[in-house]
């Protein structure tokens, strides 16, 4: 817990970030869960004006504010759509930091956050275990999505559709890398991601094979720790604050150009939230704001530093695809036009979805805590894809996929979820990968 000195110092910032707000109700037209509730406390302006008394109504009813600050997605779309540019996702991670700072972190958070998360090396053994034995307890239900569901009424998972952990990560498929330029000139940082690393290593796959075809030096270290966004939105500062050093550690003195991620999640937060939200050793604030500066979207980087672009004539035939935008590429970023550029210049029939910028419904442990709320939403974005009549839904978040995938495998209607980079590195001329070490040297 925070002391009363911490508490009240927060109390002030957050009295500052709020004056801003006009209560125009903008937020209310555009946020998905206000479209499925109908209720004032589930929409921005409800929880700002919740806030404006916190001081007084933590000590009044606590749990009940708590639980008020977290049915929120933190998609993003009421900033995004917000005519005073009130900060509101700052507003809301700190808010979550004060009342972990009231309350402590529960002791299943305090294990997972600070227990696993905070020890890559315990994290990476404990997923690898489990997916050796997850068979054991989860059954294949769809073999087009790779989807699973549970064998028994077990918690969390009880009724889900889920992605497999990868029987083979991504840090065992390419534990590391360092090359030179080629004749791109460029060299990048490659941070896979969590998500990448233990559910969808072919994501990072199809990465470096592009990156390989483009001659684009690639620097991928080891011992690589999650991004900190699971942790800084449950509120646990400490934690975020740790994992933010380990990443610095791993990628400060080296030479690049850019540090790219194919996660919607990790770009958002290591180019926006890591210079804004750290506060630790003010020793390395200098290489976390320059590390968020160099931070890209793979799709960003790809079509405006390698100049991909699309081809003269739209492709017409084959199966149709559309694509999804992750609201930390849409909202936070404003990256729309590359992904749908890159989908292009795959050779892809490209159609456009309706509400295709809207939320997916995942939100990250919004999923876990409110899962019928999240399939609500979820089950919007499954219809406005099948409805585009898209054979694949292409997107550039995998959190983003592990919903979609959930929604569409209950449907059984024959659509695939893939990545951007994806459908780009199927379209690249065969390439020998090996073993991911025969252009690289070790360090």
Same mark, same amino acid.
């Given at each position: ?129 489990? *997916? ?79 990156? =390989? ?10 011992? =690589? ?8 939105? *449950? ?173 569409? *495998? ?34």
């Amino acid at each position: 817990m925070a002391d009363i000195h911490q508490l009240a110092e927060m109390f002030k910032k957050l009295d500052d970030q709020l004056v801003n707000c006009m209560r125009c109700g903008m937020c209310q037209a555009v946020c998905p869960l206000f479209r499925e509730t109908g209720r004032e406390t589930d929409v921005t302006r409800g929880k700002l004006a919740l806030l404006e008394g916190l001081a007084a109504e933590i000590l009044h009813d606590s749990q009940a504010i708590d639980t008020t600050l977290n049915r929120c997605l933190l998609c993003g779309t009421c900033q995004a759509n917000c005519p005073s540019g009130v900060q509101i996702i700052d507003i809301f991670l700190s808010a979550r930091a004060i009342m972990t700072g009231y309350f402590g972190l529960s002791p299943v958070k305090k294990a997972i956050f600070r227990g696993m998360l905070a020890n890559p090396r315990l994290f990476n053994s404990l997923t690898s275990i489990s *997916s050796k034995f997850q068979g054991i307890f989860t059954r294949k239900v769809d073999d087009l999505l790779g989807s699973s569901c549970a064998r028994f009424n077990a918690p969390v998972v009880a009724d889900r559709h889920f992605n497999a952990l990868a029987t083979r990560p991504f840090r065992k498929i390419v534990p590391r890398l360092d090359t030179p330029a080629g004749s791109s000139g460029l060299r990048v940082a490659f941070f896979p991601g969590c998500v990448v690393d233990k559910m969808f290593p072919q994501i990072g796959e199809a990465t470096i094979k592009i990156l =390989q075809k483009k001659e684009v030096g690639v620097y991928l270290p080891a011992g =690589q720790a999650c991004c900190g966004i699971p942790v800084l939105t *449950s509120g646990d500062r400490q934690t975020f604050n740790t994992l933010v050093e380990m990443n610095v550690e791993r990628f400060r003195g080296a030479a690049y150009d850019y540090l790219v991620t194919p996660c919607a999640s990790c770009t958002s937060t290591i180019k926006e939230l890591w210079p804004k939200l750290y506060s630790g050793n003010m020793d390395i604030e200098d290489d976390i704001a320059a590390i968020g500066d160099k931070t890209r979207d793979i799709t960003e980087f790809l079509v405006d530093s390698c100049g991909i672009d699309e081809p003269g004539k739209p492709a017409t035939g084959g199966d149709a695809i559309t694509y999804h935008d992750p609201c930390h590429l849409k909202n936070a970023l404003g990256i729309t036009r590359q992904p749908r550029t890159l989908i292009r210049a795959a050779g892809g029939n490209f159609v456009e979805m309706n509400e295709a910028g809207t939320c997916c419904g995942c939100g990250g442990s919004f999923n876990v805590a409110h899962y019928e709320l999240s399939k609500r939403i979820g089950n919007r974005k499954a219809d406005n894809i099948v409805a585009s009549g898209a054979k694949t839904v292409a997107t550039g978040c995998p959190a983003c996929m592990m919903q979609m995938t959930d929604m569409l *495998s209950r449907r059984d209607q024959g659509v695939r979820v893939r990545h951007v980079v994806e459908l780009y590195a199927d379209s690249l001329q065969a390439k020998p990968q090996g073993n991911g070490k025969t252009a690289a040297r070790k360090r």
